[in-house]
């Protein structure tokens, strides 16, 4: 059994080869009398055990039952699991006087269970982890390359990463991090250019209470929640598919605004019927894991909006078959069943998107920094710096430029990630609905 010997560790006990004193840690306690332990916790003399091996049930039972009735106190205790072997850091405090006793049977469990220990006395605990955030980190596939990027610029920003877990694995694997010592504020830009230039998407959020508890999502639609946009399939019921596109690139192009684009847009859409708004509503494609981060969101508690600068006929009555609750868009004037090719009421353009999230947050008595927008226009850009995490999914160039976060992957679910839910979690979830309820 492979067993490092700890620096340091006084004595022999069985299996142990004897070795002197180290750097006098015990010594030092004795010499401080009995008053350490009323220390702070950074003051104290600590034991941190570090075992690896096979993972199998009862590790934990083992080991703990070994120590047990040495009246040593569980500072820490943590494991993860990567590919069936285990890593288990335990951090003791209140150390017995016998110290050779509880290391010796810290080994001898180990030496039984074929489990790689190394013991190192020290003082204390982790130090006080500061302005803390929540780095994540997507990628199809997730190279080293990446992550050596990540690393560079949270240590350039001077940050330390003290925590690192996997959230999924497939079809992207995502690292979630938790970084101290530095600030959004400072690291989201700096890791946002270093994700565009190196191929892989990354988000950075507060940790601490922001991140737990109820959000309110909302949501574009047209390239964001369906992989369509609404109007060109209604043009294409007028036969004004070209048209449409014409307005569309001249908008684009920045020679028209927002507003003038979809007047004129709407105005080829005047005598269709009605029951265009059926056909329509039965030619939308949902992005990929749009309904699992829906349904995920609702089971969650959490509050899920819409805005578009599409149209609520439309709209409407797909959020209602999502189970969303809070929707606004575009109204088209309908006069003896046909369309007029005229919109009624405010447009909604980038300015009314924005008012939109707080009017939904101020409804849902939630905060901004509560709030999570997702679009990818030009005319979601104010919306995404409104809302405490904006995230532009699968956008333009000049929209991914100026977002906090990008996504540019094609699953809409990843969003549940960035909010720190697992791959396993959203699953469980699904199974626990209807099977009808999933993404198909
Ligand atoms: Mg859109």
Redesign the pocket.
């Known amino acids: 059994m492979p067993v490092a010997r700890p620096a340091g560790r006084r004595g022999g006990g069985a299996g142990w080869p004897a070795a002197s004193p180290g750097p006098c840690v015990r010594d030092g306690r004795a010499a401080r009398g009995g008053s350490w332990q009323d220390r702070g916790v950074l003051d104290r003399l600590t034991l941190s055990a570090t075992l690896t091996g096979p993972d199998r049930p009862g590790i934990t039972h083992a080991l703990m039952s070994a120590i047990a009735g040495l009246g040593t106190e569980v500072l820490d205790l943590e494991q993860v699991v990567v590919r069936g072997q285990v890593t288990i850091a335990l951090l003791l405090g209140s150390l017995p006087d016998d110290l050779d006793t509880l290391q010796d049977r810290l080994a001898g469990t180990c030496a039984r269970l074929g489990y790689r220990l190394t013991i190192d006395e020290g003082l204390g605990d982790n130090p006080p982890r500061l302005k803390r955030v929540v780095v994540t980190v997507l990628g199809r596939p997730l190279r080293a390359t990446h992550l050596a990027a990540v690393s560079r610029v949270v240590t350039e920003h001077g940050g330390n990463i003290d925590r690192i877990r996997r959230l999924s694995r497939t079809p992207l694997t995502t690292l979630e991090l938790v970084v101290s010592g530095t600030d959004v504020a400072h690291l989201r830009p700096a890791l946002a250019a270093t994700a565009a230039e190196t191929g892989f998407d990354v988000s950075v959020s507060p940790a601490g209470l922001a991140r737990q508890g109820r959000r309110l999502v909302v949501m574009?639609?047209?390239?964001?929640l369906i992989q369509d946009?609404v109007i060109e399939l209604l043009a294409a019921h007028a036969g004004k598919q070209a048209e449409v596109a014409a307005v569309t690139g001249a908008a684009m192009r920045g020679e028209i605004d927002f507003t003038e684009s979809l007047h004129q847009r709407v105005a080829t859409l005047a005598g269709l019927p009605v029951s265009v708004f059926d056909a329509v509503r039965a030619d939308i494609r949902l992005t990929p894991g749009a309904r699992t981060l829906v349904a995920t969101l609702r089971d969650l508690g959490f509050a899920v909006g819409l805005v578009?600068?599409g149209f609520i006929e439309v709209v409407g009555p797909l959020a209602a078959s999502l189970g969303i609750e809070h929707v606004h868009a575009n109204a088209l004037e309908v006069v003896d069943g046909h369309l007029t090719g005229r919109v009624t009421g405010e447009v909604v353009d980038r300015a009314a998107k924005a008012r939109t999230l707080r009017r939904f947050a101020d409804a849902e008595g939630l905060p901004l920094s509560r709030t999570v927008a997702i679009?990818?226009?030009a005319?979601?850009l104010d919306m995404l710096a409104t809302a405490g995490l904006g995230i532009a999914f699968n956008a333009k160039p000049a929209v991914r430029a100026s977002a906090d976060t990008s996504l540019n992957l094609p699953y809409l679910d990843a969003v549940l990630y960035l909010l720190g839910f697992s791959r396993e979690e959203v699953e469980d979830a699904a199974a626990q609905r209807r099977p009808d309820a999933e993404d198909a």
């Open positions: 574009d639609v047209d390239s964001t946009e578009s600068g679009g990818d226009g005319n979601d």
